[in-house]
């Protein structure tokens, strides 16, 4: 059963989180087709949404760097998969968004399915962090994704942003709503993670979970 409020992790969980997300990132290849994925055997985690969510903003907050992934107000500025090395024990992959991009329509298509048959076929993806805007809840693109993803058995936890962006009242009601949404789908994690990297909000959180899938140090 998928909760509105996330299991917090212990502190040892925090402080695992605190310790691989401190190591170096680095950049690794920003692959624009399969030939191109890293082979580095390491496990992988994908952030995948809709154009303009705050994936690169997220990736920036989580290993404490401004400008490791590169951000924009520009719906569709990421074209490519980026992947990076997070200290030789896990992989990051900051995907292109899907839905409105400023783009080319055959350029949109491209790379919306380059990130179809990354999701459905990539066997280092540990899991995908499915980043849904709080201020909009889960939308039509979104559901497709999902049932993508229960199709492929591919695990995803979803992630609300830019909570800071609206009141707790607006807030309590995306999580029910996108908790309700999460029932319904069998590749759901068990858990929905508030955040806001503008204001560290849920990235404490958010670390613990994906140090838990990193490769042993």
Same mark, same amino acid.
């Given at each position: %059963?998928?909760?509105?409020?996330?299991?917090?992790?212990?502190?040892?969980?925090?402080?695992?989180?605190? *310790?691989?997300?401190?190591?170096?990132?680095?950049? *690794?290849?920003?692959?624009?087709?399969?030939?191109?994925?890293?082979?580095?055997?390491?496990?992988?985690?994908?952030?995948?949404?809709?154009?303009?969510?705050? &994936?690169?903003?997220?990736?920036?907050?989580?290993?404490?760097?401004?400008?490791?992934?590169?951000?924009?107000?520009? +719906? @569709?500025?990421?074209?490519?998969?980026?992947?990076?090395? *997070?200290?030789?024990?896990?992989?990051?992959?900051?995907?292109?968004?899907?839905?409105?991009?400023?783009?080319?329509?055959?350029?949109?298509?491209?790379?919306?399915?380059?990130? @179809?048959?990354?999701?459905?076929?990539?066997?280092?993806?540990?899991?995908?962090? *499915?980043?849904?805007?709080?201020?909009?809840?889960? &939308?039509?693109?979104?559901?497709?994704? %999902?049932? %993508?993803?229960?199709?492929?058995?591919?695990?995803?936890?979803?992630?609300?942003? &830019?909570?800071?962006?609206?009141?707790?009242?607006?807030?309590?009601?995306?999580?029910?709503?996108?908790?309700?949404?999460?029932?319904?789908?069998?590749?759901?994690? +068990? %858990?929905?993670?508030?955040?806001?990297?503008?204001?560290?909000?849920?990235?404490?959180?958010?670390?613990?979970?994906?140090?838990?899938?990193?490769?042993?140090?």
């Amino acid at each position: %059963m998928t909760t509105a409020e996330p299991t917090q992790p212990d502190d040892a969980e925090i402080e695992a989180g605190r *310790l691989l997300f401190a190591k170096e990132c680095t950049f *690794l290849i920003g692959a624009v087709s399969l030939d191109d994925l890293p082979d580095n055997g390491l496990p992988e985690v994908a952030f995948a949404g809709r154009s303009n969510v705050g &994936k690169s903003s997220l990736i920036n907050a989580l290993t404490n760097r401004k400008t490791l992934a590169r951000t924009s107000n520009t +719906p @569709g500025r990421t074209q490519q998969l980026n992947f990076f090395d *997070l200290g030789g024990r896990l992989t990051l992959a900051d995907l292109p968004g899907y839905g409105y991009a400023r783009a080319p329509r055959e350029s949109v298509r491209q790379w919306t399915e380059l990130v @179809g048959d990354y999701l459905k076929g990539r066997a280092p993806l540990r899991r995908t962090c *499915l980043l849904i805007d709080a201020r909009h809840g889960v &939308k039509a693109n979104d559901r497709d994704i %999902m049932t %993508m993803l229960d199709k492929s058995a591919v695990s995803f936890l979803v992630v609300l942003t &830019k909570c800071d962006k609206i009141s707790a009242d607006e807030l309590a009601k995306t999580q029910a709503e996108t908790t309700r949404e999460l029932a319904t789908h069998v590749a759901a994690h +068990p %858990m929905l993670i508030t955040t806001s990297s503008a204001k560290g909000t849920g990235i404490e959180t958010l670390r613990a979970a994906l140090a838990a899938l990193a490769l042993e140090g």
